[in-house]
């Protein structure tokens, strides 16, 4: 085979291409794309990485670039101009690629400013949702998503999304803990907007996923055919209400879960005790999820405070394993399964010919310890060392 142009090949003691381990753990990148996994090229010179482990680029489904994961995320995001927001955005998709994420979904920012780090070079892929459409005061209306709850207002909501461009529509189907005056256990529109939303997105080709905490709005989105529930925490007024006969419609339906692991010890830092209460038993249904073949994939809420940094999702995969998942399909989750969700099954998440040179190079081996994939080693975007 003759070509002029150069190509890069690596060789690792462990190759994973987002689906399985590699017999021969070698990669040859041209240029920009993945050229051949698992055999030489002829004629191209083979570097020998050692010790390490290759991945595909890690990919987060639920992130906020434009919360800065201080103590007061919200506060500051307010402090901050445009170009201040556009800055701290910049920072923070930098970090998640010195942590080997080189695909994240912003599930949440203000003013759409997500949708213009989209082409910067440098930068991870960004999938964008824009301000997550919300009710008046309620979860994140801050960032400006508020319409009144009414099927004609969450409809031109979503057109507006679909003029600017967005990639995925996110509606806050309950309360949060970012946003005071609104509560996890309370639904926020009714079953009649969300399905106005679905339907208009599902129109216009964009997926929607629901912010629900609440029961009772896992239910609605459910009903109102939501392509992912995010948190899913099943809360009630008293604790948690994860009804059986819910947990069976999304697996059967193979909605996607973002599951809010991924959270980096911070001395000194619990969450708040309401939350402390109902842990266990979020644990215990999202192993349940897990076990009975639910759609989960590694949604990190990065931003949200100081255990959510840009980035946790390095974290995340050991969180899942201790949940049920085997390693390997918790670093498919990571990879191949979440590239899947974010809409770029074809380009990102695996390292396959033809898809996007995003890469991760970590020490040690993820596959029986997962704290390895903390320790990178290099990490490339599009065939080029960024980090
Ligand atoms: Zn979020």
């Known amino acids: 085979m003759t070509t002029t142009r150069p190509l890069t090949a690596l060789r690792a003691a462990r190759l994973f291409d987002g689906e399985r381990l590699v017999d021969d753990p070698l990669v040859v990148l041209d240029g920009g794309h993945v050229m051949a996994v698992g055999a030489a090229v002829p004629g191209v010179e083979v570097t020998d990485l050692g010790d390490v482990t290759v991945l595909p680029g890690l990919v987060d489904t639920h992130v906020h670039l434009g919360f800065d994961a201080s103590p007061d995320p919200v506060g500051a995001l307010a402090a901050r101009s445009p170009d201040g927001v556009r800055a701290a955005m910049t920072a923070a998709a930098l970090a998640s690629l010195r942590c080997g994420v080189t695909t994240v979904r912003d599930l949440g920012d203000r003013d759409y400013l997500s949708l213009d780090l ?154 708040p005790a309401a939350v402390m209460a109902r842990v266990p038993t979020i644990i215990a249904t999202l192993r349940r999820l897990v076990g009975d073949g639910a759609l989960v994939v590694a949604a990190t809420d990065a931003g949200v405070g100081p255990p959510k940094p840009h980035s946790p999702l390095p974290h995340a995969v050991g969180q899942l394993v201790t949940i049920g998942m085997p390693p390997l399909d918790a670093l498919r989750t990571v990879t191949s399964v979440a590239a899947g969700v974010c809409g770029l099954a074809s380009r990102k998440g695996r390292l396959a010919p033809g898809f996007d040179a995003d890469l991760v190079v970590v ?18 975007v599009g065939g080029r060392i960024v980090a």
Do not use: N
């Not at 319409?147 to 057109?159: K, L």
């Open 118 to 271: 989209r082409d910067t070079p440098g930068l991870p892929t960004i999938v964008a949702a824009g301000p997550p459409i919300t009710t008046p005061g309620g979860h994140c209306h801050f960032l400006g998503g508020a319409v009144e709850s009414t099927a004609a207002a969450v409809r031109a909501a979503v057109r507006e999304r679909v003029a600017r461009g967005c990639d995925v529509v996110k509606v806050m189907a309950s309360g949060g803990t970012l946003t005071p005056g609104t509560h996890q256990h309370l639904p926020q529109f009714g079953a009649e907007e969300l399905r106005a939303i679905v339907d208009e997105a599902h129109r216009h080709g964009l997926p929607v996923t629901a912010h629900a905490h609440a029961s009772a709005a896992i239910a609605a989105a459910l009903a109102a055919g939501v392509d992912g529930i995010e948190h899913a925490s099943f809360w009630s007024a008293d604790g948690v209400d994860d009804r059986p006969d819910l947990l069976a419609e999304i697996v059967a339906r193979q909605v996607v879960v973002g599951a809010t692991v991924g959270m980096v010890p911070v001395e000194g830092m619990a969450p």
């Open 363 to 380: 020490g040690g081996d993820p596959c029986t310890d997962p704290a390895a994939l903390r320790d990178v080693r290099a990490v490339y």
